[in-house]
Structure formats: C-alpha cells, structure tokens
C-alpha cells in the first residue's frame, strides 16, 4: 500500500526590526537594543531578515517614523513577503492604527508585544499564566480602537451610537472585569506563596538575581543537582524555582529568579512584582552578571535599579561574574593614543577594577558551564550564609 507523507511544520516567520537613534538614544545605544531586539526575536522562533533606523529628534507621533522612512520599509516588507515588522520601541495605539493602515496585510509589533508573546508561551505555572494573562489584557485595552477603525468617520451624540461603538465599549467592560477578576487571582496566590514562604522562613534564603540569559539557571543547576531548564535563550525561566542546597552541612534555600530586561513593559513590571516576592523576602542575594556582554556594566544598572525599586538593594549581596571563558580581549594597538574599549581591557585588569570597588568576599569571577572557580563560589557562599546563620541562631554551631 502506498502512503503519502505530509508535512506539518509550520515554517518560520520572518521580521524586519524597526529603531530610532533620538536625543535620549544614541547610535550605538541602539546598536545594543536592536541586538537584543533581535534575540527577542529568535527566543520568539523568529527570523529577522532587515534592521531598519533612522535619525529624529524625537518619535514622529502619527507614524514613528518619517514618511520617506516608512515607505523604505513597507517596499522592502512587500517584496520579501515579510510577515512581521517589530519596533524596539512602544507605539502608541494611534501610531500602531496609523502604522496598519499605511502598511496593511503586515503584522505590527512593538517590543512591548513581543515580550508578552515570549512570556505567554513559555508561562507553565498558574501563576505565570495569570501574571502573563493580567499583562497582556492591559496592553490590549487601550488598543481596542484598533479593531473597530470604521468608527473613525462616526459622530459622537444623541443618535449616532452605531453598533461598533456599542461592541466596543462591550469589549471594554468585558476586558476590564477580567482585568479584576485576575488581579483577585493573583491576590489568592500571593497570599498562598506567602504562607509557603513563612512555613520556610526558619532557613537562610539565597536568590539569585540578574539579567536574563546570564546562566543564573546553570547555576541552581549545579549548586542543587537540579533539572530547572536552562538554555541560551532570553526568559528560559519564567517561575521562581526554590531548591534546598546543602554546603559544608549548612542547609539553606536557593531560589532562581525570573531575568531582568531594558524596556520591560510597564504591564508586567507591576503584574511580575510577586514574582520578585523570593528577592524581596530572601537574606543574601547572589548577583550574577555575564562579564563576556559587550554591554555587562548597563545589565548591572538595570539589575539595581529594579532591586531598588523593590526595596531589595541593601542586601549582603555576592557579585558574580559568570562566562570567563566566553570573554574576548583584543590588545589595543600601541600606536593608538585613543582611550580604550571595553574589547581592549583584559579579564584579568577587569577582575582588579571589581575587586577594587568591592569588599573581599563580595565578587567571584566564574564559569558555570565549565565548573571554573566553581568550588571557590561554593566556600565564598557558604562563608556568607554561615554568617547570616550564626546572626540569626548564634548558639547553634553545630552545623559549622
């Protein structure tokens, strides 16, 4: 008998990415978040096929871009059969409606969107689920105009309330329950991560923290001879995983935290807050920080300047900086007279600044992947929770 094979992968999407070097962002900052931008892209399984920037002082606000600029992309969009564009930046929900109406039968994404879209499919916990879901029900409500644009040449007043208007402002109230209704959820299971939480509180908790993608889930791994997924992909972990480790006889807990991100959206800054909760609440954080980014130093700001807004930086913290041997060093040539790069300082003069700014026993130079220094960041993190142990249970030595 003969049988036919069918094939039913679905084949990959293909984007353009869309940026604007303004007064606030400069050429080679934007450099760096279109590269982000573009791993956003892959982690979304996403091919991008174009980078397109342009110079303004400032975003235009019908279209975001200039018109001659718009019309570049939308040749380029329709001769390449391209599914996506992706902007780096918010639209605005005029912009967006003006941006599908100037190039229709393309999707239209902003980074905003396409973080949501990344968090949703990788969201497994009922928890994550709901965060993700709150998120994205606040991201669509302003936008709901841009499904009804036949109201645009409709009238308000007495008598003019056609049956668009109506359905709109049905889905409004229909969005805005749900938006309430999850809030509630997310209350009842913060109240039951809460009490989890104080039936744990006995033991010294240590999260770690940091970008994403900078190996905090190889970590955990290997400190608690766990499974938790890990993978070179933006977000390979949504939900806060808790492990008991042991070092030395000293039991503590161990949680791995969701990543940070430049321009998360503001949606999920407020619905992800509990998921911080195991940050907040923990008694030493361990930083970790991929020193072979081009870009490291900023992934230290953001890191902080979140861990403040969440009243978290005063912590005893461990600086760890992850993936030595992925860092590259090319030597400055001696006949350049110009200050150097970060490409041109070496790991070892970087491990001297660092450990210049921090007290002994605050930062750690490893590798996760290769176990390098590795039994060095176990003694040096075993020293730290010793020490919060001995505060907190000073007559029981039995442990040390």
Known sequence: ?????????????????????????????????????????????????????????????????????????????????????????????????????????????????LILDIFAARARTAHAKTQVELAQYQYLLPRLTNMWTHLQKQKGGIGMRGPGEKEIETDRRIIRDKISALKKQLQAIDRQKMTQRGNRGAMVRVALVGYTNVGKSTIMNTLAKSEVFAE?????????????????????????????IRKLPHQLVESFKSTLDETKESDILVHVVDISHPQFEDHIRVVEETLADIDAIDKPTLMVFNKIDAYQYTPQDEDDLSPPSRENISLEELKKTWMSKMKEGEVIFISAQEKTNFDEFRSTLYELTKKVHQERYPYNHFLY
């Open 1 to 113: 008998m003969n049988t036919t094979s069918y094939e039913t992968s679905k084949p990959q999407e293909t984007c353009v990415l869309v940026g604007l070097i303004t007064q606030e962002q400069n050429k080679e900052q934007l450099a760096e978040y279109l590269d982000e931008l573009a791993f956003l892209a892959e982690t979304a399984d996403t091919q991008c096929m174009r980078v397109f920037t342009q110079s303004l002082s400032k975003p235009d606000k019908r279209t975001f871009l200039g018109s001659g600029k718009i019309e570049e992309v939308k040749e380029y969009v329709e001769e390449h059969e391209i599914d996506m564009i992706i902007f780096d930046d918010e639209l605005s929900p005029s912009q967006l409606r003006n941006l599908e109406n100037l190039i229709p039968e393309v999707k239209i994404l902003d980074r905003s969107n």
């Open 232 to 260: 070179n992909k933006l977000f390979a972990t949504l939900d806060t995983t808790v492990r008991k480790v042991v070092l030395q006889n000293l039991p503590f807990l161990l949680s791995d935290t969701v990543g940070f």
